[in-house]
């Protein structure tokens, strides 16, 4: 077991890091900022010759892979972290330091069980992208198809496992602490985070799922997914078809290309309705890095390592708060949340239906560039504390998502609207699906398995009741032990290391994370 005095000295020195390139120094200016947050960054750059410019990518990059896959998720949203922040985060997608292919071959044999030789024809040495989790080279095949490999960085998995300790101990303490950090539940988001990545450390998960979603995508119009090769995937290598194409990110190539980049960005967005609404599995991980414009203007997704599933349920209350908020109809929108559970009982559904009026009414209308996210942030962050909303960490991941696609999809077009975008595929989607014929089949099928399951129903109707929501049961969450608790002694050293531990880390990382 890692000692506190390991993790506290992790904690911060990542502090450190950030501060000394420069990282810490937007978080320290914004008027947004929680105050404690504020004076812990002064804290952190006390004494540290910083860049003129900040340097975000370096210090994500020092901290590990963990800190990486933030920065992705920020290269997405300049309107939050700003246009030059942004820009600087891109590097972090797919322009790492490679590991030297010395370090590689043999892992990639190892992996396989064969020479390199006999799985493929070709194998450039140079990668093509090198990111947090892996690399990918070009090959071709001994059939002549050209391929992509993805490979495992030697030692991501035990780099993961020790910053993902840490993750959890700080967690643990924040929401010792009680209050606003017990509300946040810090423990159950990094208990999802550390699954999230776990899946993405397993390529042949990651191939699996990429022939799920490529199932699904049959039917959507303009959207790609590359096929597997199983023969030469395994748990740290997996071969897939070569894709060539301009990346979503490059908005000025696109152009030149002769592609429509405002309706580049209405497909985007709708494919993702499509799978997180219709189908219920979706892409997490839909940074600029991770799609692809054929010449064709087919988007072509790739990296597959984070999926999401929301049940049937869930999905159709989204949709609803969704088509209610486009609408206005902010009462409906406020009794999901109650049907939902998202709000306690004992709020009042009316107080809280103005309340989501007073954030959704300025957002009506305008573009995405007209909006000011900072102030809509602080009118949701208000209505999560006034009605003692807990997170919902099942959701973290679409919401997560949500947010990268809005940040793609507004680099690509700055005028979008995304309820003018999204409105008219949800609303065609609860008509059919929650209209009265489909509510009638839900019916009949419903109550056959009803009575298909009635005997088991009724052996265990005395042990347990089925949950109410749409909130799966919470993962089994690690025993960690409090500082305070050790041995039965309480020290005052104890108390103050892990105060400052736990704000620096829960703090400023949950400020970040609840920014997304």
Known sequence: MTRPATHIWRLLKWGRTLARHGALRG?????????????????????????LVPDYASAFRAIGPAAIKLGQTLATRPDLVGEEAANNLLSLQDALPPVPFAEVRPHIEAALGKPLEELYASFNEDPIGSASVAQVYRATTPDGRDVAVKVLRPGVKAKFARDIDTYEWAAAHLEAFGGEAARLRPRLVIANFKR???????????????????EAAEALTGYHVPAIDWDRTCGSVMTLEWIDGIKIADRDALVAAGHDVTELASRLVNAFLRQAISDGFFHADMHQGNLLVRPDGTITAIDFGIMGRINRKARTWLAEILYGLITGNYRRVAEIHFEAQYVPAHHNLDEFATALRAVGEPMRGKSVKELSVGQMLDGLFAITRDFDMQTQPHLLLLQKTMVMVEGVATRLDPDINMWDVSGPYISNWIRDELGPEA????????????LARLPDLVRRIEDAYPPKGAAPP?????????MWERRGRSTAWGHALTALAG?????????????L
Not at 27 to 51: C, D, K, M, N, Y
Not at 439 to 450: C, G
């Open 27 to 51: 978080i320290e200016e914004s008027l947004t900022t929680p105050a404690p947050v504020r004076r812990l960054a002064r804290i952190a750059r006390f004494g540290a010759s910083q860049p």
């Open 474 to 482: 919470p993962p089994p969450l690690p025993d960690v032990p409090l």
């Open 439 to 450: 509510q009638l089949a839900d019916r009949l099928i419903e109550a056959s398995r009803t």
């Open 196 to 214: 999230w990545t776990n899946n993405e450390l397993d390529l042949r998960r990651e191939a699996a799922s990429a022939s799920e979603l490529a």
């Open 503 to 515: 704000a620096a880390a829960g703090a400023g990382g949950l400020w970040l994370w609840l920014s």
